[in-house]
């Protein structure tokens, strides 16, 4: 019997081969080990999350260079030696990147909206503890003001007033990117504190079951 169990032991790994080996081992054992399959998920969600927001800025980035574009266009038509014929050109680009914000704003990430004002809750631990993403409305009123159909440049009364709009959209815009880099940070360091985490528990376990570890 002591032969077979010590032969059981090297072919497994672990020391504790039958409940009698060590009866309170087995209990820490297993409660860790399931803790440790909770953290793998908490940080597949994490990590999920934190492509979401990676996800996220990389629209706001192209959205950003659009509005500085548009406010450039905007200036442009403000120039009282343009003709009409020029103005409506302008407007044609002006129009554009009014549709490609738009556009944008309606994204998803795996079927969920990357622009919404709805927030998101993050599983940050093993006991399903979680925190809320704030969400980015990109439909809010200081944005779509500036993408509203009635919008445009193709006079310089219309280019004063498109510009003030943009600046504000441009300002709110800054904000939500300032919030979405609070939550990235957030969130990196949620990640590394779990593989922390997850590396004490199995070295724990190591301990506990395996063979060649002392007990501590």
């Known amino acids: 019997n002591a032969l077979a169990k010590s032969l059981s032991r090297l072919s497994s790994g672990s020391k504790i081969i039958a409940p009698s080996d060590d009866a309170a081992g087995l209990a820490v054992s297993s409660r ?12 597949n969600n994490v990590t999920n ?15 950003d260079k659009a509005f500085r574009r548009m406010a450039e266009l905007a200036m442009f038509a403000q120039d009282n030696t343009k003709s009409a014929d020029d103005l ?9 990147l009014q549709e490609y914000i738009t556009e944008s704003s309606h994204q998803t990430f795996n079927s969920v909206s990357l622009f919404s004002s709805s927030a998101l809750d993050v599983t940050i631990d093993s006991d399903g503890n979680s925190f809320q993403m704030p969400g980015i409305d990109l439909a809010a009123a200081d944005i779509t003001d500036s993408l509203a159909g009635t919008v445009d440049i193709t006079s310089v009364t219309n280019a ?9 959209s441009i300002d709110t815009l800054a904000q939500n990117r300032a919030s979405l880099g609070a939550v990235q940070s957030r969130l990196n360091f949620t990640n590394e504190q779990l593989t922390i985490t997850k590396e004490n528990l199995s070295a724990a376990i190591s301990r506990i079951s395996e063979i060649g570890r002392p007990h501590v």
């Open 32 to 43: 860790l080990e399931s803790q440790l399959k909770r953290l793998d998920a908490a940080i």
């Open 88 to 96: 409506l050109l302008y407007n044609q680009e002006f129009a554009q």
């Open 160 to 168: 004063q007033s498109a510009l003030g709009l943009i600046k504000t």
């Open 49 to 63: 999350a934190i492509s979401f927001t990676q996800t996220q800025d990389g629209f706001l980035k192209t959205i």
